[in-house]
């Protein structure tokens, strides 16, 4: 077997085929990253015109020397130790001939589930790729707990045949329909009115809103992303907001009796959250109709979801904090999970961290997506192949390397 390039079509055909098939090792990807200091090479280890492995590999510099980083890994069976050891051998000659220093890999392999109440971990027989991958010369980074890395290492996975509003958390629940009530719609967006989704998430990345458009105007093509926005639909809010106030107005003349005849503590508390109530819900209809006069369409959330396979990612999302009692990002996510119920099998609602504790800043990202009671993946981590040592070890001395790889 040997190393050689794939054409385009050779590449795309072996990856929409292979088992850790990913949106990370695509032509549009490789595209989207060129356009973004990173040169691209797609791979093949071939015997007899037959693709035993492939890769997107994306070769970069750093303070003058050459990496690779192959998102997401290799398209190979890391199962088989003869194949990834003659593989991993001949990819080291081949990219030392091109003085590349090392080569980064982060394979989507789940060696753990995680229940999401208890915390518990489950390991999968996976384990025992990294030992695999260690035999073949590959290094183990540390794993982390929060985002320290390129991509995330935990994330959190929902299934959408079992998905179902009544089976979410309390708390959840009753943020969705706090947002139906409130007259939240979901559209879907397009490169026109693109430029709405960068306020929301402007204080959550690195990266320039350019980056995310690159995203959109490349995915778009193959039709491979959605780009959603959430408005508030005033004539809805009216509407809603005056069915609950009058619901609530009949609760609370029933407590109000109850408190005359039996003014126990219960049913005086009953009495003073139903007053509450009604009034939330009357400052919700002067809000609405103050708001509908001025005919205006007011957006206050947005997300870019990748569609690969079978699978539906939501890449980025967030919405405007001063519209944080509307519950939009519960809306969002629960629409972006009903608007793919009968196309794709999983909504992959991306990363968390690996510390459930109340004393992790990531605590209520955490619990916001544990919420959606997904499957929670524990991926096996991050391997560098180390071409060069002595000027890895400077690049790693000097901090290079987690200044290019970290993702916070």
Request: hydrophobic content about 35%.
């Amino acid at each position: 077997m040997y190393i050689r390039d794939l054409s385009i079509a050779e590449f795309e055909d072996f990856s929409k085929k292979h088992r850790f098939s990913n949106y990370h090792q695509t032509l549009n990807y490789a595209l989207l990253k060129s356009e973004n200091d990173y040169e691209y090479e797609l791979i093949g280890y071939v015997d007899n015109n037959q693709i035993y492995a492939a890769a997107l590999v994306l070769v970069k510099l750093i303070d003058g020397y050459l990496y690779a980083y192959v998102p997401e890994g290799f398209l190979i069976d890391y199962s088989n130790i003869e194949l990834l050891q003659n593989f991993t051998n001949d990819l080291y000659k081949y990219y030392k001939k091109e003085s590349v220093i090392f080569i980064k890999i982060n394979p989507p392999i789940t060696i753990a589930t995680i229940n999401p109440k208890t915390h518990i971990k489950t390991y999968t027989n996976n384990t025992s790729i990294i030992d695999n991958l260690k035999k073949c010369g590959y290094t183990k980074l540390d794993d982390n707990i929060y985002f320290e890395s390129v991509l995330p290492r935990i994330t959190a996975i929902v299934n959408i045949d079992n998905y179902n509003i009544d089976t979410l958390s309390k708390n959840t629940r009753n943020k969705i329909r706090k947002g139906i009530r409130k007259g939240l719609t979901l559209e879907l967006g397009n490169s026109y009115n693109l430029n709405l989704l960068h306020p929301f998430i402007k204080n959550k990345i690195k990266k320039s809103e350019f980056y995310y458009n690159d995203y959109y105007n490349i995915f778009s093509k193959s039709h491979a992303i959605d780009y959603f926005l959430v408005s508030i639909n005033y004539e809805k809010y009216i509407i809603n907001s005056q069915t609950a106030y009058t619901k609530e107005l009949a609760k609370n003349e029933q407590l109000n009796r109850k408190v005359s005849q039996i003014p126990g503590t219960r049913n005086i508390n009953k009495k003073m959250n139903s007053d509450k109530t009604l009034l939330a819900y009357k400052n919700d209809i002067s809000l609405a109709t103050k708001n509908i006069t001025n005919n205006e369409k007011i957006y206050i959330a947005g997300a870019l979801v990748i569609k690969h396979k079978d699978t539906a990612t939501i890449l980025i999302s967030g919405y405007d904090k001063k519209y944080k009692d509307f519950a939009p990002n519960y809306f969002l996510y629960s629409e972006i999970l009903n608007y793919y119920h009968n196309e794709f099998k999983y909504v992959n609602l991306n990363g968390i961290t690996g510390d459930f504790t109340k004393n992790n800043k990531y605590y209520g990202l955490n619990e916001f997506k544990l919420g959606f009671n997904p499957q929670i993946h524990e991926y096996i981590g991050e391997f560098d192949l180390i071409i060069n040592k002595r000027v890895y070890n400077y690049l790693l001395k000097k901090g290079y390397l987690e200044k290019e790889f970290s993702s916070k």
